[in-house]
T-cell receptor
Framework: SQKIEQNSEALNIQEGKTATLTCNYTNYSPAYLQWYRQDPGRGPVFLLLIRENEKEKRKERLKVTFDTTLKQSLFHITASQPADSATYLCALAGYSSASKIIFGSGTRLSIRP | DAGVIQSPRHEVTEMGQEVTLRCKPISGHDYLFWYRQTMMRGLELLIYFNNNVPIDDSGMPEDRFSAKMPNASFSTLKIQPSEPRDSAVYFC?????????????FGPGTRLTVT
């Protein structure tokens, strides 16, 4: 069955450093990969989308890579700030409109001042 | 737009009672999704609608769960009878399209506690 794995352990990073989160998947060939941010007590908020034919996508301090050979996506936050502290979820989907989006369990990121 | 609206934000009920969760999607969004989030299982898709029609309800855990979308601006998720294991945060989300190329907009969630 399809499986998505994200860092189960919380990630603690010093402010100003680059935070790197990992999303690995098995038994799936997604056409799209999305990253969401979730703060405590709130719903997930969309951050970035990357397609299978794209290697990298950037948005301000965020960068996402998508390696379909390794079946892995990396999510980078450069110049991290305490306000970046949250849980980050990756989500995968196929081409079809009937293809459901499957979410990973998320990685909790803490940026210490 | 106010975003996706869910009510109530918190619900505490006793086992065996009926629970109804409500959602108002973003205007113009053709897809509506209901999710359940727990520490153990993460974010799970329960059911989704396209133009008010249920498309995939394979994630609905059992017959005690039902969902309706009588019009483009309103959906309900009902649990009858409720059980303690239904305790979770339930999210409603909407999007312009059903493919993974469309971002989903989530509501604030309803935290359900069944005692």
């Amino acid at each position: 069955s399809q499986k998505i794995e994200q860092n189960s352990e919380a990630l603690n990073i010093q402010e100003g450093k680059t935070a790197t989160l990992t999303c690995n998947y098995t038994n799936y060939s997604p056409a799209y990969l999305q990253w969401y941010r979730q703060d405590p007590g709130r719903g997930p908020v969309f951050l970035l989308l990357i397609r299978e034919n794209e290697k990298e996508k950037r948005k301000e301090r965020l960068k996402v890579t998508f390696d379909t050979t390794l079946k892995q996506s990396l999510f980078h936050i450069t110049a991290s700030q305490p306000a970046d502290s949250a849980t980050y979820l990756c989500a995968l989907a196929g081409y079809s409109s009937a293809s459901k989006i499957i979410f990973g369990s998320g990685t909790r990121l803490s940026i210490r001042p | 737009d106010a975003g996706v609206i869910q009510s109530p934000r918190h619900e505490v009920t006793e086992m065996g009672q009926e629970v109804t969760l409500r959602c108002k999607p973003i205007s113009g969004h053709d897809y509506l999704f209901w999710y359940r989030q727990t520490m153990m299982r993460g974010l799970e898709l329960l059911i989704y609608f396209n133009n008010n029609v249920p498309i995939d309800d394979s994630g609905m855990p059992e017959d005690r769960f039902s969902a309706k979308m009588p019009n483009a601006s309103f959906s309900t998720l009902k649990i009858q009878p409720s059980e303690p294991r239904d305790s979770a945060v339930y999210f409603c989300a909407s999007s312009r399209g059903g493919q993974g190329s469309y971002e989903q907009y989530f509501g604030p969630g309803t935290r359900l506690t069944v005692t």
